[in-house]
């Protein structure tokens, strides 16, 4: 595998990545955790730090939009325009004296810092580099004491007062932003973020503070997110609903945990009001908040004593609070977990299911596609011969029950067809003789013809016959049918719950791949050995087994 072009760092993300010019978010994620399996944290760190920041760095573009997120560097948005070009400038005159060269500002800055520094913040209008220079230099030349600003804190000053003289100005947002990404103590958050909304005082604040917010958020209460963002806001305007969408749609992922229900189900409402704002992805976005809002409105308090379903809880937690190597480790160990422990999850998952989890098992479903999409934390390809033969063990399994089963099935039908319809016979036939009889005794008590004899033998003969079709097609159906279909389904039930489930589970663990290529392959096993019908029994109950589609998904993570 070729090495990526690192040289298009941190400049030309979309290079780096070889993604088109209208990419999307689902290209961005293939790109990215392409390269992450090439270059995993554990092993290549510093390679996988500039793969994240590039990677974040276009993720916020698409999300917030790519005319608030611009993707140039600080670097690159000040590249010198107005220097001679040396091609160009070719003196057909050459004098012996030239007049000595005019120090550029990073060159001045270098040579004499602090009256360089005195100089330009006397300045009453700066150019974005010279902005950039004074943010350096004060981190160099200010000394902090108990009473003044910590030095990064008037780094971010200088640059925050260089985008409110230029707004959205590439370099100044990419500085800010990598500052508050990582260079911001937790306990000035709260102080900083009203600052900064009253500097910018624009829709820009939402995607430069996105990671302020989901650390607040991770570390304080929820009642100082509620009363700080509402502090916030009243400095911003509402220009740009998309911006606010973007952030609100993170945000709540981080929230959701420790929010009032009332709260997140207002933004949930709010913001599917504005959906014809929202693109592909943010649905994607919405419909996931959605899901987790339901997951955690009808979750029971006996739901946290199963350990399976504590796990999947802790996962989708990290999935949506966590970032870095630390959240993917976690994330990691977690489906480890799932996926060494069967009867856990069997017994989280009961069949026949008494509650409704399918939004649990979409969650687990879109956050795990996601996971191996921008991780690269996925097993390697299966063995197919090897998951060939497990698929051939486990259907000669699975079919040394089935005489036992035909025989049960049988009776089932018996109980609820063939012994009304005797019983049922029976009683008309002695009945329907005894009308016969009496009426054959009353028509020689009055002396009826020879031809009324044969009349009455059609009679008992017809009645006899109208009986079964009375019963086969009217009756039964009506009265029976789906009784007898209900107790051959709850039989069957019982048959996957008791003598197949255990042994799908051992299987889809053996063989550690997706929940749809484990069962196509039982499948195929099934139709080459000529047992499709009844493998199809089997296998509509593994399609709404929940906990045996989440175990299976799991297995891809382990190794």
Same mark, same amino acid.
């Given at each position: 595998?070729?090495?990526?072009?690192?040289?298009?760092?941190?400049?030309?993300?979309?290079?780096?990545?070889?993604?088109?010019?209208?990419?999307?978010?689902?290209?961005?994620?293939?790109?990215? &955790?392409?390269?992450?399996?090439?270059?995993?944290?554990?092993?290549?760190?510093?390679?996988?730090?500039?793969?994240?920041?590039?990677?974040?760095?276009?993720?916020?573009?698409?999300?917030?939009?790519?005319?608030?997120?611009?993707?140039?560097?600080?670097?690159?948005?000040?590249?010198?325009?107005?220097?001679?070009?040396?091609?160009?400038?070719?003196?057909?005159?050459?004098?012996?004296?030239?007049?000595?060269?005019?120090?550029?500002?990073?060159?001045?800055?270098?040579?004499?810092?602090?009256?360089?520094?005195?100089?330009?913040?006397?300045?009453?209008?700066?150019?974005?580099?010279?902005?950039?220079?004074?943010?350096?230099?004060?981190?160099?030349?200010?000394?902090?004491?108990?009473?003044?600003?910590?030095?990064?804190?008037?780094?971010?000053?200088?640059?925050?007062?260089?985008?409110?003289?230029?707004?959205?100005? %590439?370099?100044?947002?990419?500085?800010?932003?990598?500052?508050?990404?990582?260079?911001?103590?937790?306990?000035?958050?709260?102080?900083?973020?009203?600052?900064?909304?009253?500097?910018?005082?624009?829709?820009?604040?939402?995607?430069?503070?996105?990671?302020?917010?989901?650390?607040?958020?991770?570390?304080?209460?929820?009642?100082?997110?509620?009363?700080?963002?509402?502090?916030?806001?009243?400095?911003?305007?509402?220009?740009? %609903?998309?911006?606010?969408?973007?952030?609100?749609?993170?945000?709540?992922?981080?929230?959701?945990?420790?929010?009032?229900?009332?709260?997140?189900?207002?933004?949930?409402?709010?913001?599917?009001?504005?959906?014809?704002?929202?693109?592909?992805?943010?649905?994607?976005?919405?419909?996931?908040?959605?899901?987790?809002?339901?997951?955690?409105?009808?979750?029971?308090?006996?739901?946290?004593?199963?350990?399976?379903?504590?796990?999947?809880?802790?996962?989708?937690?990290?999935?949506?609070?966590?970032?870095?190597?630390?959240?993917?480790?976690?994330?990691?160990?977690?489906?480890?977990?799932?996926?060494?422990?069967?009867?856990?999850?069997?017994?989280?998952?009961?069949?026949?299911?008494?509650?409704?989890?399918?939004?649990?098992?979409?969650?687990?479903?879109?956050?795990?596609?996601?996971?191996?999409?921008?991780?690269?934390?996925?097993? %390697?390809?299966?063995?197919?011969?090897?998951?060939?033969?497990?698929?051939?063990?486990?259907?000669?399994?699975?079919?040394?029950?089935?005489?036992?089963?035909?025989?049960?099935?049988?009776?089932?039908?018996?109980?609820?067809?063939?012994?009304?319809?005797?019983?049922?016979?029976?009683?008309?036939?002695?009945?329907?003789?005894?009308?016969?009889?009496?009426?054959?005794?009353?028509?020689?008590?009055?002396?009826?013809?020879?031809?009324?004899?044969?009349?009455?033998?059609?009679?008992?003969?017809?009645?006899?016959?109208?009986?079964?079709?009375?019963?086969?097609?009217?009756?039964?159906?009506?009265?029976?049918?789906?009784?007898?279909?209900?107790?051959?389904?709850?039989?069957?039930?019982?048959?996957?719950?008791?003598?197949?489930?255990?042994?799908?589970?051992?299987?889809?663990?053996?063989? &550690?791949?997706?929940?749809?290529?484990?069962?196509?392959?039982?499948?195929?096993?099934?139709?080459?050995?000529?047992?499709?019908?009844?493998?199809?029994?089997?296998?509509?109950?593994?399609? &709404?087994?929940?906990?045996?589609?989440?175990?299976?998904?799991?297995?891809?993570?382990?190794?």
């Amino acid at each position: 595998m070729s090495d990526p072009a690192w040289h298009h760092l941190p400049q030309d993300p979309r290079s780096f990545f070889e993604l088109p010019e209208a990419f999307d978010r689902r290209d961005l994620k293939r790109a990215y &955790g392409k390269l992450i399996r090439q270059f995993k944290p554990e092993t290549h760190p510093q390679e996988f730090q500039r793969i994240r920041a590039a990677y974040e760095q276009l993720e916020n573009a698409e999300r917030y939009g790519r005319n608030q997120a611009a993707s140039q560097s600080a670097a690159d948005a000040w590249k010198p325009t107005d220097s001679p070009n040396p091609s160009s400038t070719v003196d057909p005159k050459p004098t012996r004296e030239r007049p000595p060269a005019t120090l550029s500002p990073v060159d001045e800055a270098i040579a004499n810092p602090r009256e360089s520094y005195l100089r330009l913040s006397q300045k009453h209008s700066r150019s974005p580099l010279e902005y950039y220079i004074l943010a350096v230099l004060s981190d160099l030349l200010e000394k902090p004491d108990k009473t003044a600003p910590q030095r990064h804190t008037l780094f971010l000053k200088w640059l925050l007062d260089g985008l409110q003289e230029h707004p959205l100005e %590439p370099g100044l947002v990419s500085l800010v932003a990598g500052t508050l990404r990582g260079d911001i103590p937790d306990q000035q958050i709260e102080t900083l973020l009203p600052k900064i909304a009253a500097t910018i005082r624009s829709s820009l604040f939402y995607r430069l503070t996105e990671p302020l917010w989901e650390r607040l958020l991770n570390d304080q209460p929820f009642k100082t997110f509620e009363i700080l963002i509402q502090e916030c806001e009243s400095h911003l305007p509402k220009a740009d %609903p998309r911006a606010r969408l973007a952030f609100f749609l993170r945000i709540l992922r981080t929230a959701i945990w420790q929010a009032p229900l009332e709260w997140t189900r207002a933004h949930i409402e709010t913001i599917s009001r504005q959906a014809a704002d929202l693109d592909e992805s943010m649905h994607n976005d919405l419909e996931f908040i959605e899901l987790l809002h339901s997951y955690l409105s009808s979750a029971k308090a006996s739901d946290a004593v199963l350990p399976a379903r504590a796990t999947m809880e802790s996962f989708l937690r990290t999935y949506c609070t966590g970032d870095g190597p630390a959240a993917t480790a976690e994330m990691a160990r977690c489906l480890d977990e799932i996926a060494r422990n069967a009867h856990g999850v069997r017994e989280a998952f009961p069949t026949p299911q008494n509650r409704d989890d399918h939004s649990l098992f979409l969650l687990m479903m879109m956050a795990t596609s996601d996971l191996a999409e921008t991780t690269g934390l996925i097993a %390697p390809d299966p063995d197919d011969s090897k998951n060939n033969r497990q698929a051939v063990s486990c259907l000669r399994d699975l079919k040394s029950t089935l005489q036992d089963i035909v025989n049960r099935v049988s009776w089932i039908e018996s109980k609820y067809k063939w012994i009304p319809f005797a019983g049922m016979y029976l009683v008309f036939g002695i009945i329907f003789s005894m009308a016969w009889v009496l009426l054959l005794m009353a028509l020689d008590q009055t002396g009826a013809s020879p031809g009324s004899s044969a009349v009455a033998v059609i009679l008992l003969i017809g009645g006899l016959l109208v009986f079964p079709v009375f019963y086969f097609w009217w009756f039964f159906p009506r009265y029976l049918a789906n009784r007898t279909e209900n107790a051959r389904q709850k039989y069957f039930a019982t048959c996957y719950e008791k003598r197949w489930r255990g042994r799908l589970f051992r299987y889809v663990q053996s063989c &550690g791949e997706s929940p749809s290529g484990s069962l196509t392959r039982l499948n195929e096993a099934a139709a080459f050995h000529g047992d499709s019908e009844w493998m199809n029994l089997v296998l509509s109950f593994c399609h &709404g087994d929940l906990g045996l589609l989440i175990f299976a998904r799991a297995q891809l993570f382990v190794g």
